[in-house]
Nanobody, 121 residues
Framework: QVRLVESGGGLVQAGGSLRLSCVASGRFFDINVMGWYRQAPGKQRELVAT???????NYADGVKGRFTISRDNVKNTVYLQMNSLKPEDTAVYYC???????????????WGQGTQVTVSS
């Protein structure tokens, strides 16, 4: 069972920066994709950014050029550096990992509990 724990959320003024971290722990064989999603009040959860174990990255259009995802495969940690934050970035940010528990098992999605990011205008 894999456990994802996010940290780094908080309250920041527009134009400011935050760095989110997510650590994967527990018993698993490997992780391929790790990423960040967010959910604002009254809206569906949406992709923010993903990173594969080979460091290929993907970003939502609205965060390109402002957010950077990075990953430490040794520490099983994924980061999200968020710069030039806007009020519309306010949401609960969730970590996601595509995990294989054994070498023979299929992959499954795991989610963290979420961390609140609030950007004031």
């Amino acid at each position: 069972q894999v456990r994802l724990v996010e940290s780094g959320g908080g309250l920041v003024q527009a134009g400011g920066s935050l760095r989110l971290s997510c650590v994967a722990s527990g018993r698993f064989f490997d992780i391929n994709v790790m990423g960040w999603y967010r959910q604002a009040p009254g809206k569906q959860r949406e992709l923010v950014a993903t990173s594969t174990s080979g460091s290929s990255t993907n970003y939502a259009d609205g965060v390109k050029g402002r957010f950077t995802i990075s990953r430490d495969n040794v520490k099983n940690t994924v980061y999200l550096q968020m710069n030039s934050l806007k009020p519309e970035d306010t949401a609960v940010y969730y970590c996601n990992a595509d995990v294989r528990t054994t070498a023979w098992s299929s992959r499954s999605n795991s989610w963290g509990q979420g961390t609140q990011v609030t950007v004031s205008s």
